[in-house]
């Protein structure tokens, strides 16, 4: 039986990706190398190590994951976007929940997480038992394998939200499978793990990139312990373990809000400024991704796919200067219309491409904004209230004296106005367990419509390629295949 597709994702990426940072060559990245290939040289030394290291970061940027589908879909699939009629069809399957196990973009971005954990895994397994004195770059090995270590962790958690059960429910069977780190994997077909272990290897990894990394957070396209303790504290507030969530949150040291309309648009236009924590960087040679031609892409027309809907920008109060950054009314070249066009992601001017995305998965709003949540769940709403109107303060809002279901209601309105269109607020509908409720804004057949808190489709399906070559691997209830 041909092995199964996570294991072959594993087994043929990792030197790939050496040679495409040894050569430049971008052919290499259309080639799969054969079987014989000796993943072994990919962690031979700490060079190699850092070269499969850079592979992994380079596939965070594909328009598959977090410059593209993963990212979009956390938006377009609740009721912050609205399709418009001049839509092309991009993930306009998923937008309708008309989507299977043999939808594109549910394989994609399995496909594209898993080969992510097959670059790490090798570094994560040799470099630890790695010691060359004559080594000259041995210094950098903890380093490299804490960072390996963090992707891994943020790989797992992605695949976790997406495929497998409320990370509430840790009993449950429907976590994701774990290939077994090896340098040259095991061609066993993997079942899924249960939740909670996928979540112990998370916190985990996490854990160890902490113990790992040297504490330097100058350059922002690297993962660093900010990075692990912000995604630690979205861990813990997604498990309910409110007071890690806390503690996580309060780790996260030498960033700061933003505090102005003029260096917000900034941090936005430029993809750095105090609130940074981490970004995907990208240059020039990666050409425009898909992420800009969902919303926005000014090459020679204004592409408007999806747009913020009413409901939305109503959330905003007058002098909030997020609204004006995140949305713009603009004409659209296909068919004249004005429509409240997302243009909270621009063109960076430093990479001077058009459509070519930066994007920050990590920043201190939302650091505060999950401090926040968990101080409300753990029953201390003063310090709650605190944080709401700390980050009211820095977007240019006066204070408000909330308590109770009003107070949670507006930490959730918050949360959902300032990482509008960032990915989130589906994990956060799925978590807090609450109906999807979408009123379609322009003309679309079924795209009105509820999902409740208990339909299956909270839970991605496996993909068909990988439950055909897969037969321990058990599918998301609700799907046929």
Known sequence: MKNNKILYFVKMITLAWLLVFQSCSEDVLDTAPSDEVDLELAVSNVANAEATLLGAYSRFRSGLYYTGTLTALG????????????????????????????TQDVDDVWNRVYSIIGNVNPIIVAMPDYDDPNDPDIGRKDQITGEAHALRALAYFDLLRIYGERMNNPGSEFGVPIPTPQIIPSTDPQP?????????????????AIGLMDGDESDKSRVN???????????????ENYTEAINAANNVGGVSLITNAGDFNNFWRN?????LI??????????????????????????QDYIVTQEVLDLYE????????????MQSSADGQVRNTVTKFPDNPAINQSGVVEIMPFRYAEVILNRMEAYYESGNEGSALSDLNTLRAARGLGS??????????????ERRKELAFEGHYWHDLKRWEVDMVRVQEESCTSCTLTIPS?????????????TDTNPNVTQAPGYSN
């Open 75 to 102: 938006d377009i699939m609740t009721g912050n976007a609205s399709i418009t009629s001049i839509n092309n069809g991009i993930y306009a399957f998923m937008y309708r929940y008309d989507f299977n196990s043999a």
């Open 192 to 208: 899924r793990s249960s939740v909670q272990d996928v979540l112990n290897l998370i916190i985990s990894d996490l854990n160890t």
């Open 225 to 239: 312990r900010n990075m692990a303790y912000a995604l630690l504290s979205r861990v813990y507030l997604y498990t």
């Open 271 to 275: 993809s750095a400024g105090n609130e």
């Open 278 to 303: 981490w970004k995907i960087a990208v240059t020039p040679v990666d050409g425009a991704n898909s992420f800009s031609w969902t919303y926005l892409f000014p090459v020679n027309t204004i592409r």
């Open 318 to 329: 007058a002098g909030d200067y997020r609204e004006p950054v995140y949305y713009t009314p």
């Open 400 to 413: 408000v004296s909330l308590s109770g279901a009003t107070l949670r209601q507006a930490i959730r309105d």
């Open 454 to 466: 208990n339909s299956h489709f909270w839970l991605f399906p496996v993909p068909v390629a990988e």
